[in-house]
């Protein structure tokens, strides 16, 4: 068995995103006990495509990073839009397994994943 370590820090000066001190830090252990996967993948343009099967999983913890120079990346959760992330940006999440989970990106942009089964 493998233990993930995700942590993740949000922080704000007052007056900024709120009129006081935003300050939260959260970290959790979890464990990671089925098969994992990592990939990069440069888009072919095709909408809809399947780049994580239902089908290969249980319950899961997938990450996903937008590694284009200026392309949005749309990920779906079976056929519904499910994220719309701007260049750089990342996600982080729990998933059952339960619809495949699949890319809406234009020809020759790039993103990273990784998915490590508990």
């Not at 000066?13 to 006081?20: C, T």
């Not at 343009?45 to 290969?56: C, E």
């Not at 839009?81 to 750089?88: G, H, I, P, R, W």
């Given at each position: 068995?493998?233990?993930?370590t995700?942590?993740?820090?949000?922080?704000?000066?007052?007056?900024?995103?709120?009129?006081?001190?935003?300050?939260?830090?959260?970290?959790?252990?979890?464990?990671?006990?089925?098969?994992?996967?990592?990939?990069?993948?440069?888009s072919?343009?095709?909408?809809?495509?399947t780049?994580?099967?239902?089908?290969?999983?249980?319950?899961?913890?997938?990450?996903?990073?937008?590694?284009?120079g200026?392309?949005?990346?749309?990920?779906l959760?079976?056929?519904?839009?499910?994220?719309?992330?701007?260049?750089?940006?990342?996600?982080f999440?729990?998933?059952?397994?339960?619809?495949d989970?699949?890319?809406?990106?234009?020809?020759?942009?790039?993103?990273?994943?990784?998915?490590?089964?508990a």
């Amino acid at each position: 068995m493998a233990t993930l370590t995700p942590t993740l820090t949000l922080t704000s000066a007052a007056g900024d995103a709120f009129s006081d001190e935003f300050n939260v830090s959260v970290t959790d252990s979890l464990a990671v006990t089925g098969q994992t996967e990592h990939g990069k993948i440069v888009s072919v343009g095709t909408s809809g495509t399947t780049f994580i099967p239902a089908a290969d999983y249980t319950k899961a913890y997938v990450y996903i990073k937008n590694t284009s120079g200026s392309a949005a990346l749309t990920i779906l959760l079976g056929s519904a839009e499910m994220l719309s992330m701007a260049t750089s940006e990342w996600t982080f999440f729990p998933w059952y397994g339960n619809a495949d989970i699949k890319y809406k990106q234009t020809a020759g942009q790039a993103f990273e994943f990784a998915v490590f089964e508990a």
